[in-house]
C-alpha cells in the first residue's frame, strides 16, 4: 500500500503514519516482551529445556518410512494369522475373532447370556416334547396353542418373585415378569413369543388380534359368573359375547365404579358418596368364592371400606367420572386378578 | 483533562493520547495484540525467536539468566524477524481503525 493512495493531506498524512507505526512498535513490543516473561518462567520452573533429547532417543522414535510397517515400525496385521487356544473350551481361535469368543464362551459379555438362553430355548423346543404336567392343562383349557418356547421359558418364571400357585398360566404373563429376572428382558423373546405377548397386550386394549377368543384364557365362564355375582350382586348381568369387539371398555364402563368401590385400597374423593353400607359389604369381609391374591407391593387390599358403596344405577349416572375411573381400573382390576 | 496538562502537552501527543485511548476503549488495540501474536506463532516467529533464547540462556548460564537479559537480547531481534507479511497487515488495520474513528 503506497503513501499516495491515502486520501490524507501531506502533514497529517506523515504524521498520521507516525502515529500508525508508532502503535505498531508497541504492539510488536509487547509481544516480544510478552515472550520474554514466559521464557524466563519456564527457565525459572525448570522445564524450558524438557523438549529436548538426546541423540540416542531421538533416533529410537524416528518416524519410520517403509513399507509395510507403520510410522512406529510395527508390523500391521503381524497377529492376524496366529492363533491362540482358549482356555474354557480348548480350542484354537482365530486371534482376531479371539476377543468375542472368550465374551461368549466365558458368559461374561453383553450378549452373552442372551443368545445362551436362546439356544438352550430351541433347544428344548426340539429336544423336550412335553415338560410339565401342569402346563399341559392349562394348554388344554385355552383356545390359543403356545410353541414349546414357552414351556421352555417357563423355568424363567420359577425365579420371579410374582410367581404364585394361583397363576396357572405362567407362560401368558412371564414376558412380563421377565423384568424380575436377572439378565432377561424383550429382547431375548424369540419371534412366536414376540407375537403372543403381543397378542397378550393388545387384547388388553380391546384389539382383536389373530387369536380366537377375547376373553382371557386364565379363567373359566364360571369363573368369571362367579367374580360378576359376587361383586355386583346377584342381579350381575350375563356375561357379554366372546367375539364382541370392544371389549373392555364396555366392560368397564358400567362396573368401573362399582369395582373401583370394592377393589379401592383408598378412599378417593372422586367418589360419589356412599350409600348406606348394603349386605355385600360384609359378604366381602367373608370368604369370597375367588380368592384375592395377597398383594406383594404397596398396599394391601382392604376390601371392607368404610362405607363406599355404589349400586350400579349411581354409577351409571355419574358419567363425569368415568374417563377418570376406567383407565386406573383397567389396572386394578387385572392387577387383582393376577 | 486538566487545563495545565493540556497545554504542556503538544496537538500531537493529545492526539495520540485520545488515539490510544479510543483503541484500548473499543477493545480494537486488544484483537490486533491477538491477531498479532497468532499470525507471529502461525509464522513460525515465536520459534525463532525461542532458539535464541536458549542460546542467550546457555550463554549467561541457566540459573542467573534475568528478564532484562532477555528482553534487552530478544527484543531488537524480534522487532527484525517480523515476517513483511504480518507487518503489512497489521499497519493497514491500524490504519484503518484510524481513518474510521480518528477525528481529523
Redesign the interface.
Known sequence: ?KMEDM??SGP?NT??EA???????E???????????E??RA?KQGY??LDETDQESMKEFEIVDQPGVDIFGQVYNQWKNKECECPNCKRLIAASRFAPHLEKCLGMGRNSSRIANRRLASNNNMSKSESDQEDNDDLNDNDWSYGAEKRGEHRKSQTSPRRSKTLKHKNEFSPFQYNYNAGINYEMLGPDEVQSFLTTVSSFHGRKKSFQSQRCPQHTDEQRMAVRVFLLGPSAPVLPEADSVAVPESFDIPDGQALMSRLQWEDSPEISPSDSASSKASEEKSGSPFPIKRRTDKEPVSVSLTGTNHSDSRSLSTKKKKPKLTAPSISSIYDDLN | MDHTVSKIMSK?YQ??AA??QK?IEMGE?ER??EL??AK?VESGW?DQ??AH??DV?REKG?EH???ED??TE??PK??AL?PDSV??E???R??AF??QH?A?
Open positions: 500500500m486520501p490524507l497529517d504524521k498520521l502515529l500508525v507505526n508508532d502503535i505498531y512498535s504492539l510488536v513490543e509487547d509481544a516480544c516482551l510478552g515472550l520474554c516473561f521464557v524466563h527457565v524450558f529445556f | 500531537d492526539m495520540k488515539i490510544n483503541l488495540r490486533l495484540k498479532l501474536r507471529l515465536k525467536l525461542k533464547c536458549k540462556i541457566l539468566v534475568t528478564v532477555l528482553v530478544v527484543t524480534g522487532r517480523v507487518k503489512k497489521l499497519l493497514q491500524i490504519r484510524l481513518a480518528a481529523l
